[in-house]
């Protein structure tokens, strides 16, 4: 079963519901998105009655938006509970924290930040909202310099200005270790029997230590087969903490150079935002993770590798990282971007004036191609904006 929410949903996640004739559950947000009456739909009280009298019922969903709808209508599962491990960054390092003894983390009010003096021993950290719902920087902090610079901008009468009391009193702040490593982005689900399955692992790149940005994401033969087992063995310690069976999720995590993995964060109940890393397994590897999903399928990794020994696949994240305000951009040239790479697999355009990222391109790049990866990465997006 989909539930289906903003702020996008793509023509390839739609026309597997419509082949496989999956239900969907038919919220006014799905129908705004999605308006093709031949689909599956189910209306919500329905589907609230199927996914309370069977608790096998997969469920996935493309957004977090949807997260409220779950915790509305579904309280007497597990699912809201299990939902709120995760979103709640605090209670998801109190669940994991035998698994890390000596990792550093701290819940801190809004109000309390600017009098919170750190401890010589507890930098480099990161401050970030407990509990993500609403978009605030997350904040890397090396020294004090960088505190007293993050104090500023975490200033409690400013943020009252800028979000209702509401959001604001029930959201704390969490001070945790600076994690250290190379970043993967992993989409996995666990099978009834609450086994893992993994569906996709892909590298982050970033070019240098100090970026932040999400441009580039790649996979590749090499970059699962080294990492597969490892990430298996630590997310089942996850799900057998958190009790879960039928559910999908992607991780964030950071290996560092001895194999240690640490997790950022984890997503439930959907794989990467904006229909990314779901859509790219098809196009890169040939199968649906969303069918795998619902159909309780596992991917037959040497069979897919068998004739994509040395491809890389990737996810090119079009952030508008030009300086140029959106309001004075006329166009954006996508012709000319996808000409860039060796072989643009789908070139996805986004409302930018109304998201502030141009959009998505899915890539395959060859080894000796790489370099086209490493101009992205860096690039401004100049060289395709039409003022």
Known sequence: MFLIDKPYVS???????KENDFKIIATPAARELIKNDSLNWINEKNAVEILLNNSQTPLYTNSENSIAWIARNLKNTNLPHQINLFKDKFKFRELIKDLYPDFFYKLIKPEAIQNFEPQQKDYPFVIKPAVGFFSLGVHIVHNRQDWIKAQKELDYKSLQNIYPKEVLDTTDFILEEFISGEEYAVDSYFDDDGNIVILNILHH???SGSDTSDRVYS??????????????????KIGQKAGLKNFPLHTEIRIDDKGKIQPIEINPLRFGGWCTTGDLSHHAFGFNSYEYYTRKQKPDWNKIFTDKEDKIYSIIVL??????????????????LAADFENALVVRKTDYKKYLVFGFVFAETSPENEDELN?????????????
């Open 11 to 17: 023509d390839f996640l739609i026309n597997t519901i």
């Open 205 to 207: 790149r970033f070019s």
């Open 375 to 387: 101009r992205i990465l860096v690039s401004d997006l100049k060289k395709y904006i039409r003022l």
């Open 319 to 336: 952030n508008n990282s030009s300086g140029i305000a959106e309001s004075q951009i006329k166009d954006f040239d996508y012709d000319l």
């Open 219 to 236: 996979s590749s033969k090499n970059i699962i087969q080294e990492n597969k087992s490892k990430i298996e063995d630590f997310l089942m």
